[in-house]
C-alpha cells in the first residue's frame, strides 16, 4: 500500500492517522505480540529516522545513535505525538503497555533476578534516558513517555546504590 492509498482509505472510512496507529498497534499487539516485539526495533529506528531531527541532524550524537538509544530506552510510539495529536486515544498514554511491561517484566521476583543478571542493561536505559531528558527540544509527550520507563523499571534500591555513580 502507498501513501496516497493510505489517505484514501483513511478519508472513506472517516478516521484520523494517530487512531489508526494506535489501533493497529493495539490490534498487532494483541494477534501477533510476538512479531511486533521482534519489528520493534527497526520501527523505532524508522520513526527516529523520519523525525524532524532527521533533517537537520542531531547536534548531540553521531548519525543513528538516537535510534539506538531509543530501542535502548524502549520508548513506545506515544512519545512521538505532538502536543497537538488529535487523536482521542493520545490522553490514556499512562494506561497503555509499555515496551517493558509488553515484555512480561511486570514480575517483580523476576524482574530483581534480572537487574542482578544485567545491570549493564539497566544503567544503559537509565543513561539513555538521562540523555533524552537534558535535550531542551524534546516534546512534552517524550517527556512524559520517558518518565514512565523510568517507573516501569522497577530499580531496586541495591542496584539503586549501584547507579548512583550515574
Known amino acids: ?19 489508526l496507529i494506535e489501533t493497529a498497534l493495539d490490534v498487532a499487539a494483541a494477534d501477533y505480540g510476538k512479531e511486533l516485539r521482534a ?21 548531540n550524537c553521531a548519525p543513528g545513535a538516537a535510534a539506538e538509544r531509543a530501542a535502548a530506552v524502549g520508548l513506545s ?11 482521542p486515544a493520545a490522553g490514556k498514554g499512562a494506561a497503555t503497555a509499555s515496551p517493558l511491561s509488553m515484555n512480561g517484566d511486570e514480575k517483580g521476583e523476576e524482574r ?14 537509565i ?19 520517558l518518565l ?6 522497577e ?4 542496584n539503586l546504590k549501584v547507579k548512583k555513580q550515574i
Open 127 to 145: 543513561l539513555a534516558i538521562k540523555e533524552f531528558l537534558e535535550d531542551p527540544d524534546q516534546k512534552e509527550d517524550s517527556l512524559v513517555s
Open 148 to 153: 514512565q520507563n523510568l517507573a516501569d523499571m
Open 112 to 125: 530483581e533476578e534480572e537487574d542482578d543478571d544485567h545491570p549493564i542493561d539497566d544503567k544503559t536505559k
Open 77 to 87: 510510539t506515544g512519545g512521538m505525538e505532538g502536543k497537538g495529536s488529535s487523536s
Open 155 to 158: 530499580i531496586t534500591f541495591k
Open 1 to 19: 500500500m502507498d501513501a496516497g492509498d493510505l489517505r484514501r482509505v483513511m478519508r472513506s472510512m472517516g478516521v484520523d492517522l494517530w487512531t
Open 39 to 59: 519489528r520493534r526495533d527497526g520501527i523505532v529506528e524508522r520513526l527516529y529516522a523520519a523525525g524532524p531531527g532527521a533533517a537537520d541532524g542531531c547536534r
